[in-house]
């Protein structure tokens, strides 16, 4: 197999102060207080597509990187491609995070590293925060002392985006990425295309490199020119 995956680089679009939820403020609380070694050691967050789990998990990079602490990512999607050799051997103090933790499941070698890590966790030596589509209970984890033992510190679970928190979302992004997005053509974006945020994230992106491209403002007949798809019928408000 292939060797361990370096740590991913964050994207320092996302941070702590930009994840917007209702639960947010809690949440940041509960994340600072891991790194800064006043909360809980071991945290994973859970929930459904466009919750908002790799946001975090990178934000957390961002802010351990101000902090100076050494903090290492990496995508279970990756690891699952790779030899689970070493993955507990990380120095002592580190912050270890592992997004979609769950497709681990099932991959004796890979249960069996992440067990190694959390005893670390136990034992003082790391702090660990990982990502699940669901609770640990709810997983396909063969190695049962592995999914109970993921549940031994905090689990937050993580809300969907409701109607209007996607279109804070998207005015915080259109804002971080330098953009100008009108009420009209957001209004529009979200009543004639996909509501799910990473689509209308996709969206945005492709709007904002036509915008530079051909120096124009994004207005409604510019997202009529430019995005390529269309709501199902069903889909529409």
């Not at 890979?110 to 067990?115: F, M, S």
């Not at 996607?166 to 009209?184: F, K």
Request: glycine content about 6%; charged content about 25%; hydrophobic content about 45%.
């Amino acid at each position: 197999m292939a060797q361990l995956p370096l740590p991913l680089e964050f994207d320092s679009r996302f941070s702590l102060d930009n994840y917007i939820a209702d639960p947010a403020p809690y949440i940041r609380h509960q994340l600072t207080a891991l790194f800064d070694e006043t909360g809980e050691s071991l945290i994973g967050l859970w929930g459904g597509t466009d919750s908002g789990k790799t946001h975090l998990l990178n934000a957390c990079a961002l802010y351990a990187r101000d902090a100076d602490i050494r903090y290492h990512l990496f995508d279970a999607a990756q690891l699952i491609e790779a030899s689970a050799d070493g993955f507990s051997e990380f120095a002592a103090g580190s912050v270890l995070a592992v997004d979609n933790i769950d497709l681990l499941a099932g991959n004796r070698d890979w249960e069996a590293a992440c067990y190694q890590v959390v005893n670390r966790v136990k034992n003082g030596e790391l702090r660990f925060l990982f990502s699940l589509s669901r609770q640990p209970r709810d997983t396909g984890f063969r190695l049962p002392d592995l999914k109970s033992r993921l549940g031994w510190g905090l689990l937050i679970a993580l809300p969907q985006p409701d109607d209007a928190a996607v279109e804070r979302i998207l005015r915080e992004r259109a804002r971080l990425l330098g953009l100008e997005l009108g009420d009209e053509a957001l209004h529009f974006l979200l009543s004639r295309y996909s509501r799910r945020l990473k689509d209308q994230m996709d969206a945005l992106q492709l709007l904002d490199a036509a915008a530079l491209s051909m120096q124009r403002r994004i207005t409604v007949p510019l997202i009529r020119e430019v995005l390529p798809f269309q709501l199902e019928p069903d889909s529409a408000r």
